[in-house]
């Protein structure tokens, strides 16, 4: 596989490791602009096209925009590429959709789902029969208890947990270090333990 990564700023350059550290092939890194020029000693390229590439990861941390790019590179052919960091342990029986990313340290149990476009941080952990929605990101050490529902483009926060089965509604943010333990809306910024809503998401998670 000749991965391009698409971003080239933080988030990036872990994914990037992350790939390299797997044996991937990382032929580019898309940045808006040349002002960087390498990523993790990947050459950072402009335009994808710049490129031979079969297969695209996007790796940019806001999901709104995240979600934009996905689609925008999926029409123009790219084919998405799931990464896992190897030191990542995830359970045969889990399914993990293209495009998503699982960092360092996460632990994915069995039969979890992970949706396209996914971030799973480092050293989450996405315990047995949760599904996370395309586009949502599991924060850094944020830990999901059995069951647990995660609408598409939500962001749980950094070190935040969520008890047995609740949902945790579209592009909402739970608040770092929130404890989830009833269902939330969607489209609301939640704290708080337990965490409740505290106003609607205004733009871009
Ligand atoms: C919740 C969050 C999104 C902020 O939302 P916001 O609407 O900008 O909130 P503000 O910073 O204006 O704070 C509003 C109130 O919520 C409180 N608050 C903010 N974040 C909180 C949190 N995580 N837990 C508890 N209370 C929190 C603030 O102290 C403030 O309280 P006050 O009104 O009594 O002073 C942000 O604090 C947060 O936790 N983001 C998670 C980021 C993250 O983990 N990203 C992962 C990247 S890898």
Not at 179 to 204: E, F, N, Q
Request: glycine letters at 14%; aromatic letters at 2%.
């Amino acid at each position: 596989m000749r991965l391009i990564v698409i971003g080239a700023g933080g988030h990036a350059k872990v994914v990037v490791d992350a790939a390299l550290a797997r044996g991937i092939s990382v032929v580019g890194a898309v940045a808006e602009s040349g002002a960087v020029t390498d990523v993790g000693g990947v050459p950072v390229i402009t335009d994808a096209a710049q490129v031979a590439a079969d297969a695209f990861i996007v790796a940019v941390g806001d999901n709104r925009a995240r979600a934009a790019l996905f689609v925008e590179y999926a029409a123009r052919g790219f084919v998405p590429a799931a990464v896992v960091h190897p030191s990542a342990i995830v359970a045969t029986s889990a399914e993990i959709a293209p495009g998503a990313f699982i960092a360092a340290g996460a632990v994915v149990n069995p039969d979890a789902r992970i949706g396209a476009n996914v971030i799973l941080n480092t050293g989450c952990t996405v315990d047995h029969d949760c599904v996370i929605g395309e586009n949502a990101h599991v924060g850094p050490g944020a830990n999901l208890c059995g069951g647990v529902s995660v609408g598409e483009g939500a962001l749980i926060g950094v070190g935040a947990c969520a008890m047995p089965r609740v949902a945790i509604g579209a592009w909402s943010v739970v608040g770092a270090g929130s404890a989830v333990t009833s269902d939330l809306p969607d489209g609301m910024v939640c704290v708080g333990v337990p965490s409740r809503p505290l106003h609607p998401v205004k733009d871009a998670t």
